[in-house]
């Protein structure tokens, strides 16, 4: 028996175009079926079952696992979101305070608050606590859990006195 080789030269030497014709009569050549070892069967399956090939599975699999993820996250989502955005309970004043009065403030700005924390128009609040006349300066934002803190800088007061000769 001849190796691959030893067929390669000889058509070498006889045709000088080993390679095509090589290449065609190996494809060409039937292979040896090769025996079991120690016992074992050929299992032949039928072609006639249509098998599903494995990356359409996998595909269909991993759509449907990440469609369940985007659901389990957009309702935990929700949830938070619902627990986050409490209604206000509290509106507190601080700044130095001599002729304005914090309470009649904060509870001006309570009957305003008509909203939840995370809803709530923080920029029309300070609006309203601008429009007082001893107001010079004011800064709201939030504080969790559930309130709103409006820090204030009164307006110093200032009169004009004109003495007249006459």
Avoid at 131 to 140: D, F, I, K, L, Q
Wanted: with cysteine; charged share 20%; glycine share 4%.
């Amino acid at each position: 028996m001849l190796s691959w080789w030893s067929k390669y030269c000889a058509l070498q030497n006889e045709t000088g175009r080993a390679e095509d014709e090589f290449v065609v009569a190996w494809l060409k050549q039937e292979s040896q079926p090769v025996a079991p070892v120690r016992g074992a069967v050929a299992v032949q399956r039928p072609s006639e079952t249509p098998v599903e090939p494995m990356p359409v599975k996998r595909a269909a699999l991993l759509l449907g696992l990440l469609s369940l993820f985007v659901l389990l996250v957009m309702g935990l989502a929700d949830k938070a979101l619902a627990w986050l955005d409490k209604p206000v309970n509290e509106v507190s004043i601080s700044g130095q305070m001599r002729y304005l009065d914090g309470q009649a403030l904060a509870s001006h700005l309570a009957q305003e608050v008509k909203a939840p924390i995370l809803s709530l128009d923080l920029r029309s609040l300070r609006d309203v606590t601008l429009a007082n006349p001893w107001v010079h300066t004011a800064e709201v934002r939030r504080q969790w859990p559930a309130a709103v803190h409006v820090s204030v800088a009164e307006q110093v007061p200032v009169a004009r006195w004109e003495i007249v000769d006459c």
